[in-house]
Every structure is written in structure tokens, then in C-alpha cells.
């Protein structure tokens, strides 16, 4: 994939959008779920929108393409939604269940995050055509 100045800037501004946004949602979550649980909710999203936005990229109504790699997809999948999924907030979520002596809560969210985002990107994907018509 090739970056520009252009693109690089787009994906900078657009990722900390997408910080911006994990930070508020993780901020309003929090107020009813342990904050690993709130990551959790944020990833899955994130994972389920990222799925949705490579089906788009990939059909033959998209607005751009996933595989030239343009800015609009670029800005939004790898930008925005990189910014707002999180692997490090997640792993210290993780640790802090982990000290506050919630094991089997901590391995939980830890194997749910990696069965249930891949699982979600996928169901978007997927679910891209069904909504388009051609599925």
C-alpha cells in the first residue's frame, strides 16, 4: 500500500478521532460496566464495523476499494476505527481484572475479545451483501 503525505495526515487525524470517540463511549460505559468491559463492547463494535467496511470496499457499489487502499477507506478503516478499537487498553483491562482477583472475568474477556471480534468482523462482512441486495 502506498501512503502519501496526504493519506498519512488523513489517517493521523482521522485515528485520533477514533481515540476521541473510544475515550468518551469507554468514558459513558463505564458508568454501568467494569471499564473491561466497556473496552470489550468498544472492540467488538469496532471489529463488527471494520468487517462492514471492508464488505462495502469490496462490492461493485462501493464508494471505494478496499484493495487500491484509498483514502476513503483508508481514513475511515484504518484511520478511525484503528484509532477506536484497542489492544493495549484492552491487555491493561485485562491486568486489572486480573488484580482485583477477577481470574476467571479477566480470561473471559481475554478469549471472548479474540474469538468474539474476528467473529463480528466477519458477521459485517458478510452481512454487507444481504443488505445491498445481492446476497
Do not use: Y
Not at 493521523?12 to 468514558?27: D, I, K, Q
Not at 464508494?63 to 483508508?74: D, H, K, L, W, Y
Not at 475511515?76 to 477506536?84: I, N, P, R, S, T
Not at 478499537?85 to 478469549?111: D, H, M, N, P, Y
Request: hydrophobic share 55%; aromatic share 8%.
Amino acid at each position: 500500500m502506498n501512503i502519501t503525505l496526504t493519506d498519512f495526515v488523513m489517517i493521523c487525524v482521522a485515528g485520533g478521532v477514533g481515540s476521541m470517540a473510544r475515550a468518551g463511549l469507554a468514558a459513558a460505559l463505564t458508568r454501568i460496566w467494569h471499564p473491561a468491559g466497556a473496552i470489550f463492547a468498544i472492540n467488538a463494535l469496532g471489529s463488527f464495523l471494520i468487517g462492514v467496511a471492508l464488505g462495502i470496499s469490496l462490492s461493485s457499489m462501493a464508494p471505494f476499494n478496499a484493495t487500491q487502499a484509498p483514502i476513503g477507506f483508508t481514513f475511515f478503516a484504518v484511520g478511525l476505527l484503528g484509532g477506536f478499537t484497542t489492544v493495549s487498553t484492552f491487555a491493561l483491562q485485562i491486568r486489572a481484572l486480573w488484580r482485583e482477583g477477577k481470574q476467571v472475568e479477566a480470561g473471559g474477556v481475554a478469549l471472548g475479545s479474540v474469538l468474539l471480534c474476528p467473529l463480528l468482523a466477519l458477521i459485517g462482512f458478510a452481512l454487507v451483501p444481504l443488505i445491498q441486495g445481492g446476497g
